[in-house]
């Protein structure tokens, strides 16, 4: 028999056992990438989290025989609620065994809270929003997912599917290997990038050393470009900054560009390197007292990157800048001498972009899969 109990986040010990679960789980499983420890907490703790200036997430952990068999939050972002309009709560950081009877008292669980909010439509899994990691794993269990991209084994849709879940969107992640790329493709994003110049649009690399500024630059366009993408919510300053000290140790500033006209930020483009080559060896996602040396001495030695962000503003997408990027990215890689990279996630609604991955040869490899549940 399944026993839900909640979790105080409060309680050092009660969310380090929330958070250290996957590990038991996925124990042996040699695709499977611990989540830095130090982040997970930061996120989930109310205190830290700037989440929770704004919005409401409770945990459960599943028992069988006194034994940890199943998490999950339940998530209540008043934020997108205000910006959709739609009573829509969410779940996340759901992990279990694959047990029918587990993962039916934890979706209960996480439904029944939202349902008692208020809410009317369950959409996950999100954590803990679209804005962080998100979607379930459905195609492609084969290798180990890119950096801030999630993992699950193949039965969790069998147990979500049969407790009355469908498909919400299907989320995309294109392969790009430089080799690939065209010359003619080439070719036409030199030339584009030429005729854009002479009508002043200009594309550059990010400012480290103004890296405050440059974050204030980023999040409009962001927020703008990603408006109309299914279950977006804009990101707050605090949000953004919360990711980019994550991710400020790792920025490679030769990825990262910004398209500009006038003196005006309309476009970015955001790549890392994809660390999860090296984070796949910290046990437990535990920096300290070795996890670190791992991290530091590993990171020349990547030989992937993932496209994070990238997009443009409204009245800017046919120019053609998303195609620029693409190519700068790709030659960046090839001189740097990282071959591949990961396009993700595209919203398989998201004909603009899709088009444009298919134009530099890129070809879609694994998807993540958003579902929902009328409650």
């Not at 109310?46 to 997430?57: D, G, N």
């Not at 030199?190 to 890296?211: P, Y």
Request: glycine share 6%; charged share 25%.
């Amino acid at each position: 028999m399944t026993e839900i109990v909640s979790v105080n986040p409060g309680d050092k010990g009660q969310l380090r056992k929330f958070i250290d679960f996957p590990h038991d789980l996925y124990a042996g499983d040699p695709n499977y990438v611990p989540m830095l420890f130090m982040e997970q907490e930061a996120l989930l703790n109310p205190k830290k989290s700037p989440f929770f200036k704004h919005s409401t997430a409770v945990y459960f952990l599943a028992l069988r025989d006194g034994k940890i068999a199943g998490r999950i939050a339940a998530i209540l972002n008043r934020n997108h609620i205000a910006y959709t309009g739609r009573q829509e709560g969410f779940f996340g950081f759901f992990d279990v065994i694959n047990d029918q009877e587990t993962a039916n008292a934890l979706l209960d669980t996480a439904t029944k809270w939202l349902r008692d909010q208020g809410m009317t439509k369950v959409i996950g899994p999100a954590n803990f929003s679209t804005n962080e990691t998100c979607g379930l794993l459905v195609e492609n269990f084969d290798e180990p997912p890119f950096v801030m991209n999630t993992y699950n084994a193949p039965y969790y849709m069998e147990l979500l599917e049969r407790y009355g879940f469908t498909k919400n969107v299907d989320l995309l992640c294109y392969e790009v290997v430089d080799s690939d790329l065209p010359q003619d493709v080439m070719e036409f994003a030199d030339k584009l990038e030429q005729r854009l110049a002479e009508r002043g649009v200009t594309i550059r690399q990010i400012d480290m050393k103004n890296f405050k500024r440059e974050l204030d630059h980023f999040l409009p366009v962001y927020n703008a470009s990603w408006a109309e993408n299914t279950g977006f919510v804009p990101m707050t300053p605090d949000e953004v900054r919360q990711i980019a000290k994550d991710l400020k140790p790792v920025i490679d500033p030769d990825f990262v560009y910004f398209a500009e006209k006038e003196g005006k930020i309309i476009g970015v483009a955001l790549s890392i390197p994809n660390i999860n080559e090296i984070q796949i060896k910290i046990k437990r996602g535990r920096l300290f007292p070795f996890g670190i040396f791992k991290l530091l001495f590993g990171l020349k030695k990547i030989k992937s990157i993932r496209i994070l962000a990238l997009g443009t503003m409204k009245e800017h997408r046919r120019l053609g800048i998303d195609v620029i990027f693409y190519v700068r990215t790709m030659r960046t890689g090839l001189r740097k001498g990282i071959p591949r990279g990961e396009a993700s996630w595209i919203l398989e609604n998201n004909d603009m972009m899709n088009r444009a991955l298919e134009h530099i040869h890129g070809k879609v490899y694994r998807k993540y899969r958003l579902y929902e549940k009328t409650i």
